[in-house]
């Protein structure tokens, strides 16, 4: 080991930012006219109320954003919104007065540990940590990044350390090019696909798909997510209905499957066709189940496993 030469990780690139008692309304200008491809990660009890406040439709929950990567992320008050009971175990975490019995009088520390680490590593190039309100963990984090360890274990401000200290408006534009709006687009639209999550879950996939391939100018991909939603909504009012739907309810729903059936066949959104086809299957007579079995269901079946 002593061979070896010093780590300096696998990229040269800029440090991470920080934003410390950044206003919210500086922070969504900051998205709209500079940044508006940036993903915004928070923790995911928090991400429909930022994604409103921030009039920002890439807002995130860290663990909804497991397994996908961005060019830019903002950490939006990860350690402001951390519970008041573990804000003091937090900043003698960072401050190394944690002591030896740490771990196990605060072993949620650990899970928060683990998802701020799912956070920071979605993010490719540029990477902000954002406090938009002070905090015991959020000043003590903000030293932490911001100045560097010395021999005495104090920490001074220096070139060194871990991350540098921002202003929203020094920050020049960093927008992202066509290409990759879509990729992030298509990831959004892939996820919305998963069997494993919930409606409302998909729906906030889509959208921002849609709005990805919209800052791409791409109308063939706006289009293909946009029937996607539409069948994700029809089917999220069937499950809704239920078995309480009356025959008119019934005949009104067949008439809107077959107009969200042909458009999905038109975009070539077979998996979806499936899922659909499920969703209206057990509401109809066995008679209808039978033919729609034969007619649709089988060879979309078919043709999606060739």
Not at 86 to 102: A, C, I, T, V, Y
Not at 160 to 174: H, P, Q, Y
Not at 224 to 240: G, H, I, P, T, Y
Not at 285 to 295: A, H, P
């Amino acid at each position: 080991a002593k061979q070896l030469k010093k780590d300096f990780g696998l990229f040269k690139g800029a440090r991470p930012g920080v934003f410390q008692s950044v206003l919210v309304e500086q922070l969504s200008t900051l998205l709209r006219e500079k940044m508006p491809g940036a993903v915004v990660l928070t923790h995911d009890e928090s991400a429909s109320r930022w994604r409103e406040l921030l009039g920002h439709k890439l807002v995130y929950g860290i663990r909804e954003a497991k397994g996908m990567e961005f060019k830019s992320v903002i950490i939006l008050d990860f350690f402001a919104e951390l519970p008041s009971s573990l804000q003091k175990p937090w900043r003698n975490l960072l401050l190394n007065r944690e002591g030896s019995d740490f771990e196990s009088r605060f072993p949620l520390v650990e899970t928060h540990l683990k998802l701020v680490y799912t956070a920071v590593t979605r993010c490719i190039e540029q990477l902000f940590f954002a406090e938009t309100k002070p905090s015991t963990a959020g000043d003590a984090a903000v030293r932490w990044l911001t100045t560097t360890m010395n021999g005495n274990k104090d920490r001074a401000p220096n070139g060194d350390a871990f991350a540098t200290l921002n202003n929203v408006k020094d920050l020049e534009s960093m927008t992202m090019t066509n290409d990759e709006f879509c990729v992030v687009g298509i990831d959004n639209a892939e996820l919305a696909e998963s069997s494993e999550i919930e409606m409302d879950q998909a729906l906030g996939y889509l959208e921002r798909a849609i709005y990805c391939f919209q800052e791409a100018q791409n109308s063939d991909l706006v289009t293909k997510a946009q029937a996607q939603c539409q069948s994700v909504k029809f089917r999220e009012k069937l499950m809704d209905i239920g078995s309480s739907a009356t025959r008119h309810d019934m005949e009104t729903f067949e008439r809107e499957c077959v107009q969200v059936i042909d458009v999905l066949l038109e975009e070539n959104l077979l998996l979806e066709c499936i899922n659909l086809l499920g969703s209206i299957t057990p509401l109809l007579s066995q008679y209808r189940q039978r033919k729609l079995e034969e007619c649709m269901t089988s060879q979309i079946r078919q043709a999606l496993s060739s």
